[in-house]
């Protein structure tokens, strides 16, 4: 009997959207995926901001003490699932009293309010990634997307997630797996 293919190990690993994917909140998008398991899958768009909502206004919010020099980090839209709800990806520095979820050797995820009083005390993460809603599949689901093509996979370094401009994520992101998006066609033509 031929054993299945063994599961694809996702969990730290980016998503890049191929250019032609038809729902517009995932074009261009690079996701980091937080959980993966016979149950589906979680991740957080990490390119596109919240136009005009900074970690400020959420702490205000919130009722959460800042200090005079609390970073005002962006807020992110991590996704079109409960996008009232708030997701902190940041180094592996960093572990909540309550809940951080290890998201690889690199990374964490916590999305209990500590973390944002932790980040107003300046006893947060060195680096952080804060977002609102997040990206999810069903069981098996986004395995059929990567296996039609949908996504592309990549080892992405804290460095493009933390500090490569918005705008630059994706083609970093391809880079970081030799592809240069130039070659990357939405549509197909003939020679």
């Given at each position: 009997?031929?054993?299945?293919?063994?599961?694809?190990?996702?969990?730290?690993?980016?998503?890049?959207?191929?250019?032609?994917?038809?729902?517009?909140?995932?074009?261009?998008?690079?996701?980091?995926?937080?959980?993966?398991?016979?149950?589906?899958?979680?991740?957080?768009?990490?390119?596109?901001?919240?136009?005009?909502?900074?970690?400020?206004?959420?702490?205000?919010?919130?009722?959460?003490?800042?200090?005079?020099?609390?970073?005002d980090l962006p807020i992110y839209f991590g996704g079109p699932v409960e996008h009232g709800r708030?997701?902190?990806?940041?180094?592996?520095?960093?572990?909540?009293?309550?809940?951080?979820?290890?998201?690889?050797?690199?990374?964490?995820?916590?999305?209990?309010?500590?973390?944002?009083?932790?980040?107003?005390?300046?006893?947060?993460?060195?680096?952080?990634?804060?977002?609102l809603g997040y990206a999810g599949w069903g069981p098996g689901q986004l395995e059929q997307e990567?296996?039609?093509?949908?996504?592309?996979?990549?080892?992405?370094?804290?460095?493009?997630?933390?500090?490569?401009?918005?705008?630059?994520?994706?083609s970093a992101s391809l880079g970081a797996i030799g592809i240069d998006p130039a070659i990357l066609?939405?549509?197909?033509?003939?020679?």
């Amino acid at each position: 009997m031929i054993s299945p293919d063994p599961p694809i190990e996702l969990v730290g690993k980016c998503l890049i959207s191929m250019p032609d994917i038809p729902d517009p909140r995932f074009q261009s998008s690079v996701i980091f995926i937080c959980a993966h398991s016979a149950e589906g899958a979680m991740g957080l768009i990490v390119n596109k901001r919240v136009q005009d909502v900074e970690l400020g206004d959420l702490m205000d919010q919130l009722s959460i003490p800042k200090g005079d020099t609390s970073p005002d980090l962006p807020i992110y839209f991590g996704g079109p699932v409960e996008h009232g709800r708030g997701f902190v990806l940041h180094g592996a520095d960093y572990k909540s009293e309550l809940s951080t979820m290890k998201t690889g050797l690199q990374f964490a995820m916590t999305a209990t309010i500590d973390i944002l009083e932790d980040i107003g005390a300046h006893k947060g993460p060195e680096r952080a990634l804060i977002a609102l809603g997040y990206a999810g599949w069903g069981p098996g689901q986004l395995e059929q997307e990567i296996a039609a093509n949908g996504w592309l996979l990549a080892d992405v370094g804290p460095d493009i997630i933390f500090d490569t401009p918005d705008s630059q994520k994706w083609s970093a992101s391809l880079g970081a797996i030799g592809i240069d998006p130039a070659i990357l066609s939405s549509s197909g033509g003939s020679a």
